[in-house]
């Protein structure tokens, strides 16, 4: 079979790529577009590692082929800050110390920040629910979701 051509856009910019028939979108994305933030955990869509945006949705993008990308905005872990500026998602985690080898924070990042493009005032069981396809290995899920509500409570502009 022959690698199809696909047009897309990537974190802002239009881009396009060649994909085998059955190749990932998590795949295309490190090999072909050499974004290699989004990690592969599983390959079976249960860690969360290698999520992405998807038209404002929230995608495992080692389930979705690279050729199913045609047309669609992605937004990955590189298109989440805003030049030098990390974005308050960013930020938080780095602030609250939620993380810790970092394998899974580039997934858990890109889902909160999905989280809060949606639904910016989320109770913290909303958020715990929310992040529930996202593992951590390393640590316990209390500093990632202290940094979670912190950074919904500043883009909402509440101060404490």
Avoid at 14 to 28: G, V, Y
Avoid at 71 to 79: A, F, Q, S, W
Wanted: proline share 4%.
């Amino acid at each position: 079979m022959s690698k199809q051509h696909v047009t897309t856009t990537i974190n802002g910019e239009p881009a396009e790529f060649l994909a085998e028939p059955f190749m990932s979108l998590l795949d295309a994305l490190r090999d072909e577009m050499h974004l290699t933030g989004s990690k592969e955990g599983c390959g079976s869509g249960d860690c969360g590692a290698c999520s992405i945006i998807v038209d404002g949705r929230l995608v495992c993008s080692c389930l979705m082929l690279a050729v199913e990308a045609e047309g669609h905005e992605i937004i990955t872990i590189e298109g989440v800050a805003n030049g030098d500026e990390l974005h308050p998602v960013q930020r938080k985690f780095l602030e609250h110390a939620a993380l810790q080898c970092g394998y899974c924070t580039p997934g858990l990042i890109v889902a909160t920040k999905a989280l809060l493009d949606r639904h910016p005032n989320p109770t913290e069981t909303e958020a715990r629910y929310w992040l529930a396809g996202n593992l951590c290995r390393c640590t316990g899920y209390d500093k990632i979701i202290r940094a979670v509500m912190d950074a919904a409570a500043e883009m909402r502009g509440v101060t404490a």
